[in-house]
């Protein structure tokens, strides 16, 4: 175990703490004792990244790895945190270092964090300490994710690297996202992901200060500083232009994918994180990797997440305990309903596309299969269980086995009803 901070500097997050302002993740509720109300009560709105990260970082430990002569991949965490909420619930920080423990006889996880605030840093130290095993190798930096990135991407050194960029507000520039993602490896394929929250907030607010005439320095160093996260000044005519704002940032996180797909070949999926009491993104997740594997997989991992998501804002209504009634819960039954929508949506879809192609291939036709209805709200359970109709129908073979529905190759039959009927036409006309 390694474990080397760096000195303090009071004044690290004067810019950091203007991101920070103009995300609109400053307004968690104060609690006593304390010192930042993110990790009091803005866990909330992390329950969905938190359970994507949990599914779908195993996974590509898992895959990017197995080929690895050592076993070893990397995990860097640009804006780590304080590792767990003050209520102790699992932050990005913790929720890997127990990947770290619970993968250890197979794969080797060495861990690089960045965190700029100092109490943030300290008590970070302090749960990984107490977390990770006693072999791991781990790393902690106190400062700004831009000074510590190349230190990051040479400590992954040619082993597999998963980086997660979480800031408050606009993180690092364009250029060192994709320097990450292009950074050389030796050894077969990049094996280099990353996963970005693009917080809406802070764009919108920020974009805001387009529209004055005459913005401060202060507005006008935080508008360069957007340029450079978004690798240009090719947003402000979106924004200029859109009807809302919420439509001209839809527009710019996916003009920010499409440009670092362009200079990375990266592809990307965008996953927008809405609670009931918001039409609109609370914050967008978008994921970079160039292997269909792993595109397969955080689909999987996005639905699975929202699954944790849609409970976590559905809570049970509370029981009055002056009442005589308990109230039932309408969240089990609601979300069943949804569920098997989605398997008769899968269906219909698989059904179209065998008619018309005569086979399905996975992951090639995912988008087909699964249709806008269901991408990243089904997941392989959904899947599989739409297929198997079509199969004891009598009209896809092989059967669709979950463990391999992911390279699963399937082609149309004809039912044993529509064989006899055949039958029929051929023979001889009676007389
Ligand atoms: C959204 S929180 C991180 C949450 C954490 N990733 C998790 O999932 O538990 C963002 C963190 O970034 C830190 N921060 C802000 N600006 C930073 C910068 N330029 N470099 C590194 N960390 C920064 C903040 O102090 C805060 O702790």
Known sequence: ???????????????????????????????????????????????FKHKLLKTYFPKFAGKTASTEADKRLAYV????????????????????????????QSRQIDCFFIEAKKSNYERLTQVLANNMPAEAR???RHGRASDHLREAVDFAGNAPLFMFIDPYGLGPTFDEVVAV??????????????????????????????????????????????????????????????????????????????RINKKTGCAWTLMPVRDRAHKQPIYRLVHFTRHP?????????????????????????????????????PFPAEEEAR???WIDAIEHNARELLARRGEIVLPRDAHEVFGPETF?????????????????????EPKPLARELSKYRGHAVQPDSLRRSKAVEVLPPQV
């Open 293 to 329: 594997d792993g595109l397969w997989e955080i689909r999987e991992a996005a639905a699975q997440a929202g699954a944790a998501w849609r409970k976590y804002c559905s809570p049970p209504p509370a029981s009055d305990e002056g009442s005589l009634f308990t109230l039932e819960d």
């Open 1 to 47: 175990m390694t474990l080397e901070g760096e000195s303090a500097d009071p004044d690290i997050l004067s810019t950091g703490l203007d991101d920070y302002a103009i995300s609109g993740e400053a307004g968690g509720d104060e609690v006593a004792g304390s010192d930042d109300p993110f990790f009091v009560s803005k866990k909330a709105a992390a329950v």
């Open 376 to 396: 990243g709200q089904a997941w392989l359970k959904h899947l599989r269980q739409a297929l198997v109709r079509l199969f004891k129908e009598g009209i896809l």
């Open 138 to 140: 781990w790393h902690v």
């Open 181 to 258: 993602l292009n950074r050389p490896r030796e050894g077969h394929g990049s094996k280099t992901e990353v996963l970005l929250n693009f917080i809406a907030m802070a764009f919108s607010r920020a974009g805001g200060y387009l529209r004055l005439t005459d913005p401060t320095p202060q507005q006008t160093t935080t508008l360069e500083h957007l340029d450079a996260v978004l690798g240009g000044d090719w947003w402000h005519d979106i924004y200029l232009s859109s009807d809302t704002t919420a439509t001209a940032v839809a527009e710019i996180a996916k003009g920010y994918a499409d």
């Open 77 to 104: 965490d640009t804006h780590a945190g304080r590792g767990a909420y003050d209520d102790g619930t699992a932050g990005s920080p913790l929720l890997v270092a127990q990947d770290v423990a619970g993968l250890r």
């Open 339 to 341: 569920q098997a929508g």
